[in-house]
């Protein structure tokens, strides 16, 4: 996307929080977005900075019932997807949006450049908690490619939410007040597409910025981020992992990601 048009976006939609408990706000609680590190900020970004890199899983997970995929943003420019499946890429998820006023210059090459190579694939949304409400940003996710076909190929929308790149860890928000925001953006997706979100978060952040609440396991498939030879303790209402994201780099673009069983299992996820 052009310069101008992230702008433009940013000014028309983007809005960065002032304060208020609510999911959604009042206009007058938000000011102008800043999107200035958006084209690079992509899922798990900020998980490296603050977390660290504990090492990664042993060559004998691959050997059980894991599925190998990756995730992708502006970041990686044009992927060679060829290449890609290749490597044994089986699924990719790929950046469409942030906040309300960005969205990724590269989302059509790569989010339709896997399809066109066979690999399954869904986007995902940065959400950005401190610029507008979680309905909202549902509803641009969905308007600029994170809805959900019945192709079998396509896995639904995810939401990333990690730590803030422009500030405050947890976006300024208490934790009963985050909760608000990721219920509505999960609520609305839902009834807009008929299919629950997956959350993207680390243990750490959720227990910091959500008051470690338990309310989603029963609802939304769980991506944990930890960068480590073990998953460790998950966040409270999930029993397990959908998905792993276990290293910022590897043999496939952008970061590599286990799938918690068999190919046939993200088929199914893909189907609904």
């Known amino acids: 996307m052009a310069a101008a048009t992230v702008a433009a976006g940013a000014l028309a939609a983007g809005l960065v929080a002032l304060g208020g408990s609510g999911a959604e706000r009042s206009a007058g609680d938000y000011r102008p977005a800043d999107y200035s590190k958006a084209a690079d900020t992509g899922m798990g970004s900020q998980i490296a900075a603050h977390e660290g890199v504990h090492g990664r899983p ?139 979100s997956l959350i993207y978060t680390s243990t750490s952040w959720w227990q910091r910025c959500t008051g470690n609440n338990g309310g989603f396991g029963d609802t939304n498939p769980l991506w944990l981020a930890r960068y480590a030879p073990q998953i460790g303790p998950l966040p409270a209402g999930w029993d397990k992992q959908s998905i792993w994201q276990f290293a910022n780099a590897g043999s496939l673009p952008g970061d590599q990601n286990y799938y918690n069983g068999p190919m046939g299992r993200v088929e199914a996820l893909a189907r609904g």
Not at 104 to 128: E, P
Not at 131 to 144: C, E, L
Not at 151 to 161: E, M, Q, S, Y
Not at 164 to 189: E, H, L, Q, R, V
């Open 58 to 196: 042993g060559a004998r997970l691959a050997l059980t019932d894991q599925t190998l995929g990756h995730d992708v943003s502006g970041h990686q420019g044009a992927v060679d997807w060829k290449k890609a499946a290749a490597t044994g890429a089986r699924f990719t998820y790929v950046k469409a949006t942030e906040g309300t006023g960005f969205v990724s210059g590269q989302f059509r090459q790569q989010y339709d450049g896997a399809h066109a190579a066979g690999i399954i694939r869904g986007a995902y949304h940065f959400a950005r908690p401190d610029v507008s409400g979680g309905a909202a940003q549902a509803n641009y996710f969905i308007a600029n490619g994170g809805g959900w076909r019945k192709d079998g190929r396509t896995l639904p929308g995810a939401l990333d939410v990690e730590y803030n790149p422009y500030g405050d860890a947890c976006y300024g928000m208490s934790p009963a007040a985050m909760t608000a925001w990721i219920k509505d953006f999960t609520k609305t997706y839902l009834a807009r597409t008929g299919r629950s």
